[in-house]
């Protein structure tokens, strides 16, 4: 006889690849098929009946049980075909494999992988229960009473009947939840290994971060490290197990934490062996553990067997943290409440469909939300029909608890087939299935939901469930991903999955097996799909972010990749995406905030007071605070920016820093800062500026052109503006000065200078003393300064603008600027003072001349300097209304003119015209007088007119020598 490597503890001998992993994790290429059939059923007479069972055979599932009771065995079906599918689906040794020499033998029967459940643990030596040389037990689960051990036929019955057994069950394989740059690309994991310099290595020798991964195998490990996919070590303390979806995993962990240490340990072929691999890697010292293996006999409704001790062995290893594929069973997975059909009566309403080519096979799971670790009250069974026959093909019956299981190959022609649940005693139960289509058998979508698909480990609150999008379509979950929550019996609804990543990734392809190319493009033609290629993505991360500062505990970490993730799906956490797409640079962001700015440079003030810090961005940084001392100690650095500098540059002003020493030497850091995560980053590193500090003097600016007004009459100014590049927001001083009038500033602009920041206001000379901001505030506006002549001054103005620095602004003492701009002051030679009406032997007394107008020129002519005045109300009218007539009666009348004192003698003439046509004026006879008045100023001399007034004429004025004129 030959040794079978199925006897070695932990071993799987079954070669899983990525293109034939049929279980949970096989993430088909395809979706399943719609709208199947409509339901063909056995004729009443046609069904088999349940088998007869024998005492404490109902503690057997289907399987076993058609090894030791005929008439539960399938119609057709021998128990040759039941050990055969059980050898295919390592479920069975051969008793002529067994060597007689190994610890194993000599055995008397075949052996049989089997779960064992108990109403209590009993210690497995005791006599008559599951001791001596044929039952080979290999590890239990204490917590759950559980025994997982290789059981020799011929003694089923024996074990059956202990009265402490409540079920024995044959053990499926374990599931890879299968379904490469791209992915590393997407969660910028280039972009954070370049920024922060980190690479999953750490300083210190031997002190990398490690990270161990749990799948089928490595088989073909050596043909990665050949192409440079995988490092030279991997270490394996349990052997390199057999498949290489493992080598796939590792090479994603490799792609995105290249410094990282590589560790790997095959899943074996119970839970039990998982745990051992899982406590192999910690005890090793790894930090990160990935794994893609799940086990459809774990409780659906409760904490599995794996979740509580991973949870332990995180316990045990405080900076562990535990990553895991989170299924593929969105579109083979039910739950519901069992609905009776309304025909045929006594079965499930909503059966799961399959279509299956010759050969191929499908394995089905049950459960109902009991407790797994007691009989169950309720009762509900499978069976698999033929959808052309109508034949029941497959039974799922079997053992006490609340799980059932059924197996089938199709021997026959390719057909569909209804999977249905049939009530023995339906107690209304919750119903869960997964079915697990393979070898080429495809999965109907009818009647399944991707909702609560997560179960067992990936479900507990210490390990973090990793879903999948193809990295083509980032905010698209993959159609065969598991969603959450997690509806447990116990413990309420746990919220998962927890993180999402990629998949869809190219791969080495190492040991041939391989996905059909995703997108047609060759090379490479290897893709690595499912939320098994999901997981190591985020152990990757994990490692990347954690290798630049070990130190962090785990709990740090772990918060790092849910604040950095990118939500997607709906806002917040949701049971489809978790927290969201893993991100390795904005993860790097909230553990170590913004990566430091680089090449500092402090350009050395010279004849000035300040020293220019210019840096390049650090990434991830929205803004920078500049940090100076006149010390080089970091911990004698103050803040020298009110606020984020958002620039690359500070100009650094040496006031601020209190000192006022020539020569002094400045220390420089600059602090990134990153508003998302509301944290500072590392300061870059110190850069030294050599400061000279001297007062940079005040600058003023004036209007170009001169103003232009007339005596006494009011003028607006402004277009002034003053600038001193050290004053800051220290006051400076402004004087505004001229001759022969007032100036007068407006202190109700907001934000402008306030009247206690005003002296001597409406005086000659003004003086403002404010800060800049608030002195070119007022000054921006054209009408804030007001000069008003006094009487009798005419002539060029100087307006003179001097600005004071007041010294406090640097070295030197204080600095001034002196500007000044023309202002001209036209005279007005004459005033009107009043006039009278006309005397009373005027014909029409009422009629009163009227003044057209001071300065006008209504007539059209070249001269705009004379007083006109016309006998009526209405120059312009086409008739103008009671105009005077030639029959009128002569006479005079009476004006009083103030003049200036500067005017002397008075020239002046008089001319009238009675119409507005510039050939018809003529002069007129006049005389004058110039005498005081009681009412004129002092300032000026009274001159009485007596106008003549001859019809016909209509209009007169009063025009003044041209040496006098006014232009």
């Avoid at 029959?887 to 008089?910: A, E, K, Q, T, Y």
Wanted: glycine share 10%; hydrophobic share 40%; net charge negative.
């Amino acid at each position: 006889m030959k040794n079978h490597p199925f006897l070695v503890p932990g071993y799987l001998l079954a070669v899983w690849t990525l293109a034939v992993t049929g279980t949970h994790g096989g993430a088909p290429a395809l979706h399943g098929l719609t709208e199947p059939p409509v339901a063909v059923y056995p004729e009443p007479g046609d069904v088999p009946e349940q088998p007869v069972l024998q005492p404490n055979e109902e503690k057997l599932d289907h399987v076993l049980l058609s090894l030791v009771n005929a008439s539960a065995l399938l119609p057709g079906q021998s128990v040759a075909d039941v050990k055969a599918e059980m050898t295919r689906l390592d479920q069975l040794v051969p008793e002529a494999d067994v060597d007689d020499g190994t610890p194993y033998g000599p055995v008397n029967s075949d052996l049989l992988r089997v779960m064992v459940r108990f109403t209590a643990l009993v210690p497995p030596d005791t006599p008559g229960t599951v001791a001596g040389p044929q039952f080979f037990r290999w590890d239990e689960q204490a917590d759950w009473n559980v025994l997982f051990g290789l059981l020799e036929q011929d003694r089923l019955a024996t074990v059956a009947a202990i009265p402490e057994v409540i079920a024995i069950d044959s053990v499926d394989p374990p599931r890879h939840r299968t379904a490469g740059g791209e992915g590393d690309a997407l969660i910028n994991g280039p972009t954070a290994r370049s920024a922060y310099g980190v690479d999953g290595s750490v300083p210190l020798p031997g002190q990398n971060i490690r990270v161990g991964i749990i799948s089928d195998g490595v088989t073909n490990l050596a043909t990665a490290q050949a192409s440079g996919d995988l490092p030279a070590v991997v270490n394996m303390p349990l052997g390199m197990g057999s498949g290489d979806e493992g080598t796939a995993m590792l090479e994603i962990v490799h792609e995105i934490a290249p410094g990282a240490d590589l560790w790997f340990a095959p899943s074996g072929g119970t839970p039990n062996a998982h745990l051992t691999a899982a406590t192999a890697l910690a005890t090793a010292g790894c930090n990160i553990i990935a794994d893609d293996v799940g086990w459809y006999q774990e409780p659906y409704f409760e904490s599995g067997f794996l979740g509580p001790s991973f949870a332990n062995l995180m316990g045990m290893y405080p900076n562990l943290m535990f990553f895991s594929a989170a299924g593929n069973d969105a579109e083979t997975h039910q739950q519901m409440g069992y609905i009776d059909a309304a025909a045929p009566t006594g079965l499930h309403d909503f059966p799961l469909w399959v279509n299956m080519p010759t050969g191929s096979s499908v394995d089905v799971y049950l459960q109902w939300n009991e407790p797994q670790g007691l009989p169950a009250t309720g009762n509900y069974q499978l069976q698999m029909i033929n959808n052309t026959t109508g034949s029941v093909v497959a039974w799922g019956t079997g053992s006490g608890t609340p799980y059932r299981k059924l197996q089938y190959t199709n021997s026959g022609s390719s057909a569909d087939f209804h999977i249905e649940v049939m009530a023995i005693n339906d107690t209304g139960a919750i119903l869960e299935m997964f079915m697990d289509p393979k070898n080429g058998s495809t999965h109907y979508i009818t009647n399944t939901s991707p909702v609560d698909a997560i179960f067992g480990h990936p479900g507990d609150p210490m390990v973090r469930a990793v879903t999948a999008v193809d990295y083509t379509t980032p905010a698209i979950i993959e159609f065969f991903a598991s969603q959450g929550p997690w509806t447990q019996l116990f413990g309420g609804v746990a919220p998962k999955p927890d993180l999402t990543a990629p998949d869809g990734v190219s791969f080495s392809g190492a040991g041939g097996s391989h996905l059909p190319p995703y997108v047609g493009t060759t090379p490479p033609p290897y893709y690595f799909f499912g939320t098994s290629a999901a997981a190591p993505h985020v152990a990757g991360v994990a490692a990347l972010i954690w290798s630049s500062d070990p130190n962090q505990p785990r709990t740090m970490v772990d918060t790092a990749l849910f604040s950095g993730a990118t939500d997607l799906g709906v806002p917040g956490p949701d049971n489809v995406f978790g927290h969201g797409l893993v991100d390795a640079l904005q993860s790097m962001i909230s553990l170590r905030g913004p990566a430091p700015p680089t090449s500092v440079t402090a350009t050395d003030g010279t004849l000035s007071d300040r020293v220019n810090v210019t840096w390049n961005a650090g990434v991830g940084a929205d803004g920078y605070n500049v940090y100076a001392s006149t010390l080089s100690d970091p911990g004698t650095a103050v803040p020298i920016t009110p606020a984020l500098v958002t620039t690359l540059s500070h100009a650094d002003f040496e006031q601020p820093l209190g000192f006022a020493i020539r020569d002094q030497t400045i220390h420089y850091w600059i602090e990134p800062f990153n508003n998302r995560f509301a944290r500072p980053g590392d300061w870059s590193v110190v850069e030294t500026g050599y400061l000279q500090p001297s007062n940079t003097p005040p600058s003023l600016v004036v209007p170009s052109a001169a103003y232009q007004t007339a005596t006494r009459v009011p003028v607006a100014f402004g277009g002034i503006s003053v600038s001193d590049l050290d004053a800051g927001s220290l006051p400076v001083r402004l004087i505004l000065a001229t001759a022969g009038g007032n100036l007068t500033v407006d202190t109700s602009v907001t934000g402008g200078v306030s009247a206690p920041q005003v002296m001597n206001n409406g005086t000659p000379a003004v003086t403002l003393t404010a800060p800049m901001s608030a002195i070119n505030t007022t000054l921006a506006l054209g009408n804030a300064v007001l000069y008003q002549s006094h009487p009798g001054v005419f002539g060029s103005k100087l307006v003179n603008c001097t600005a004071d620095d007041l010294g406090n602004t640097g070295w030197g003492g204080p600095l001034t600027d002196l500007q000044s701009f023309n202002l001209t002051v036209f005279a007005t030679r004459a005033e009107l003072w009043q006039h009278e009406r006309f005397p009373a032997d005027v014909g029409n007394p009422a009629k009163e001349a009227t003044v057209w107008g001071l300065k006008a020129n209504p007539d059209k002519d070249l001269y705009d300097n004379e007083w006109e005045f016309f006998m009526n109300t209405d120059p312009t009218a086409a008739t103008p209304a009671g105009q005077l007539t030639s029959g009128l009666s002569g006479g005079n009348f009476h004006i009083l003119m103030r003049v200036g004192v500067d005017i002397n003698p008075l020239s002046w003439m008089l001319e009238s015209n009675p119409s507005l046509d510039p050939s018809g004026w003529a002069p007129s006879g006049a005389s004058s007088t110039m005498s005081a008045h009681p009412d004129a100023p002092s300032d000026a001399m009274l001159w009485d007119l007596w106008v003549p007034y001859t019809p016909p004429a209509e209009f007169f004025r009063i025009h003044f020598d041209p040496g006098f004129v006014e232009p």
